[in-house]
């Protein structure tokens, strides 16, 4: 299955990356730091292992104040490991994201073309036995194929499969565009996604939409509204929750902060988490080296390598009064230079982050 039903013209740009650098792997912070390269994966295929540069993390804040990052808090999307996933399979994947130090996991799908076929009862079992909760799904919005695996034209499949696998999120990263881009459109698809939201609390889960930059622009019949603020307004708190992918936000913030006709419409990300927090359960951390020649902002980076400041942003999130376990941090990266060096890297960098004193 595929991870969108419609071809996405952002994922589909390729933003250029920074060289990788190699990291040493563990569970924990200090063994992140320190301990030796990956060992060869179950399959007799032998896992990438770059040479033990340090990571990155933020000057002063190493080793001191309480981490940033939650405990039990930390998965990746699996989109990111989809390389791996293809050639070695879910076994030797979920190894080595449980020697990460990974809690959780975000699917793309439940194959992925991995290497052998599974079912839902293994791939479930299979991510327990290393220690990683299957955190959440993204599943495709709708189709023009009336038998496509997507909320709109096979709900009950998508939720029963999402309950065979004890997932307590199901989502779609397909954006509101079903109908358009005018008010009513978004006003529409909000209804499809009340729909799928209630069905989804039905069986214990919570229904969410994963953004790209283009939910951060604005109606085409009503250029003074932003999308996304209709996405927020017109669905029901407690039935549509939202992944804030963060790098795609600062993209949306780079890209429209002016309306069309260019009077200013400035925001920030974070603010939208912090006026309603209960509304995120999930996030993407992905980070990106800001370039104001790429008419997107950024370039994709390894989290740690880039200006995202996430230090500040989970701080900002989990001190909130009884936030602090609240929510879920997804390591991405849609194009990874090597993707199990990704892992390793976005995982000591988040777990090297203290909060200042």
Known sequence: MSRFSQPDPELGHRLSRRGMLGVAAGATAAALLGAAAPATAATGNTTAAAGGATPATTPGTKGRGRPVLPPGRLGIQLYSLRDKVSTLGFGPVFAELERYGYDEVEFAGYTQGSAGPITLAQLKRLARNHGLNPIGSHVGYYSDDPNAYTFAQNLT?????????????????????RYGSTVDAWKRAAEDFNTYGAAARARGMKFYQHNHSEEFSFATDNPKVRLYDILLKETEPDLVHLEMDIYWAYVGQFRFSKRPDGTPAPFEPLNYVLRQPDRYPLFHVKDGESDPSNPYGYNMTDVGDGDIDYQRFISAVTRLRGHRLAHHWQAEHDNPAESFTFARRSSAHLHSLREKC
């Open 157 to 177: 499949k998508v939720l029963d499969d999402a309950q065979a696998l004890g997932l307590k999120h199901i989502g779609t990263a397909s954006g509101p565009f």
